[in-house]
C-alpha cells in the first residue's frame, strides 16, 4: 500500500455518499489535525473520487490546505468500488469500547497532565423541543440506566425511580433558585424559559425547605456508605449546610470548580461553583484516591471548561440547557467514590451529564428530572451518544415510538 499526496483540488467527495457527518464531529476532527496532522490517508479510486475519508476532505477544505494524503485502491470494478464505500463506513458501527480498558487509558492521560479536551465531548446535546414526548410519571430505561419524570421530593416517584436499589453515591446540581433570564442567560441571543421549580420565586424560607427536602431524599436513597455530591453557588453556600446540619449530613469536603473563562458578576465576575461533599451515612465510604495511591492525583480544587469556554459549541450547548454541567467533571467525581457497575443517583438530571458521565464510566445512573423538555433532552442525548434506544418502562415501546403515538406530526428521533 502506497501513501500518496495529491491536490486537495484533485480529489473529489462521491456524490452519493450515504454517510452524514455533523457540525460537532467536524469540529472535533478539526481540532485533532491542528493537532497532530493529517495522520491516517483518506482512500479515493483511480479518478480520484473519494472512498472514505469525507470528513477528512471537508476539513482539510476548511483549514485552506492545499494537499492530502491519500491511498489510491486500484484493480477494483465500479460494483466493488461501491461496495467498499458502504462496508468502511458501516463496518465501525459494530464496534464497541471495552470501558476497563479506556478507562485506564483515560486515568493514564490525566495522570500524565495530557489536555482532555480532544477526547471530551461537550457538546452532543440536542436542543428542547417545544412539545415534549415524555410525560409526568414516565419511566425510561436507556440501558442499564433509569430516568423518570417527576418531582425529587415525592417519595412515590422517587420509588418508582429506584425499585429498591440504593445507589452508592448522588452527584445532583439542584436548582439556585437565581432566575434564568438576566442572571443565567445573559443578554445573548439563546433565551431560556425559567425552571419549573427554584428559579428565584421562592422565599429565603422556602428554599431553604426545599433543599432540606431535597437532601432528606438523597440521604433515604443513597446507600448507608453513600456520598453526596451537591452543586451550589456562592449566594446559597450557607443555606446548603444549613440544610445539610438539618438533614444531619457530615460535610466531608467542599470541592471549587474552577472554570477557564469567567462569567457575569457585579463587584467580581464569577469564575467557580462549589460542589458540597458530604457522606451519607456513618458507614466509611469507597476512597478510589487515597492521596494517589491508585494513580489519580485528585484535589478539592477542579478546573474545567466553563459553558463560555466552550468556543464553537458555547450556543449549541446554552441552547440545549442554561447550566450544563461538564461531563468529564462528573465522571471523575464518579470514578472517585464508586467501582463499575454500581448506581449513582442524580435528583436533577437537567441536561443529563450525570447519565453520560455513568454510561462512559461504566456505572449505571438513576435519574430524576421534573420538566419532561428536560427528560427529552436527556433521553435523546444518550440515544446520540450510545446509537441505542432508549425503552419506555410502562408499555415497552422505544422512545422514537412514544413519540410518534403521542404526536404523529411530530419529527421522530431514533438512535442513530
Known amino acids: 500500500m502506497n501513501i500518496t499526496y495529491l491536490d486537495l483540488d484533485a480529489v473529489r467527495p462521491y456524490e452519493k455518499a450515504a454517510r452524514v457527518h455533523n457540525r460537532a464531529k467536524l469540529r472535533k476532527l478539526r481540532k485533532l489535525i491542528e493537532r497532530f496532522g493529517q495522520v491516517v490517508p483518506i482512500i479515493v479510486d483511480p479518478d480520484h473520487v473519494i472512498i472514505d475519508g469525507h470528513a477528512i476532505h471537508a476539513v482539510l477544505r476548511e483549514m485552506g490546505e492545499e494537499q492530502i494524503a491519500a491511498v489510491v485502491a486500484t484493480g477494483r470494478s465500479d460494483p466493488e468500488l461501491r461496495a467498499l464505500r458502504l462496508a468502511l463506513n458501516r463496518i465501525p458501527q459494530d464496534s464497541a469500547w471495552d470501558k476497563e480498558r479506556l478507562e485506564k487509558e483515560f486515568s493514564a492521560l490525566v495522570a500524565l497532565s495530557f489536555d482532555m479536551e480532544l477526547t471530551e465531548d461537550p457538546a452532543d446535546i440536542p436542543l428542547p423541543s417545544s412539545k415534549p414526548v415524555t410525560q409526568l410519571g414516565d419511566v425510561w430505561l436507556c440501558g442499564p440506566h433509569r430516568i423518570a419524570c417527576g418531582d425529587a421530593l415525592d417519595r412515590a416517584a422517587l420509588a418508582s425511580l429506584l425499585g429498591g436499589e440504593q445507589p452508592i453515591m448522588a452527584f445532583c446540581d439542584p436548582p439556585y433558585n437565581i432566575p434564568v433570564d438576566g442572571f443565567i442567560s445573559g443578554l445573548g441571543q439563546v433565551r431560556h424559559r ?24 438523597l440521604k433515604r436513597s443513597v446507600a448507608e456508605a453513600g456520598v453526596l455530591f451537591v452543586c451550589m453557588d456562592w449566594r446559597h453556600l450557607f ?34 461553583e462549589l460542589v458540597a461533599v458530604f457522606r451519607a451515612g456513618s458507614a466509611p465510604h469507597l476512597n478510589n484516591v487515597e492521596l494517589g495511591r491508585h494513580g489519580r492525583s485528585r484535589s478539592n480544587l477542579w478546573t474545567y471548561r466553563g459553558l463560555n469556554s466552550f468556543g464553537a459549541d458555547r450556543d449549541d450547548l446554552l441552547a440545549a440547557h442554561p447550566t450544563v454541567k461538564p461531563v468529564a467533571m462528573i465522571a471523575d467525581a464518579i470514578r472517585d467514590v464508586t467501582r463499575r457497575k ?30 419532561p423538555i428536560y427528560v427529552d433532552v436527556c433521553i435523546r442525548r444518550w ?34
Request: aromatic share 6%; charged share 20%; with cysteine.
Open 383 to 416: 440515544q446520540q451518544h450510545t446509537g441505542r434506544d432508549a425503552v419506555h418502562a410502562a408499555s415497552g415501546s422505544i422512545f422514537a415510538e412514544v413519540a410518534e403515538r403521542r404526536d404523529p406530526a411530530a419529527e421522530v428521533h431514533h438512535g442513530p
Open 194 to 217: 425559567e425552571f419549573v421549580q427554584g428559579s428565584g420565586e421562592l422565599s429565603p424560607e422556602q428554599y431553604l425547605a426545599f433543599l432540606v427536602g431535597a437532601l432528606d431524599a
Open 342 to 371: 454500581q448506581a449513582v443517583l442524580d435528583l436533577f438530571l437537567g441536561s443529563g451529564s450525570t447519565l453520560i458521565a455513568a454510561e462512559e464510566t461504566g456505572r449505571r445512573c438513576f435519574g430524576m428530572e421534573l420538566d
Open 239 to 272: 443555606d446548603l449546610l444549613s440544610a445539610a446540619r438539618s438533614c444531619e449530613l457530615e460535610l466531608i469536603n467542599l470541592c471549587v470548580w474552577a472554570k477557564t473563562n469567567a462569567g457575569m458578576g457585579s463587584l467580581y465576575r464569577s469564575q467557580h
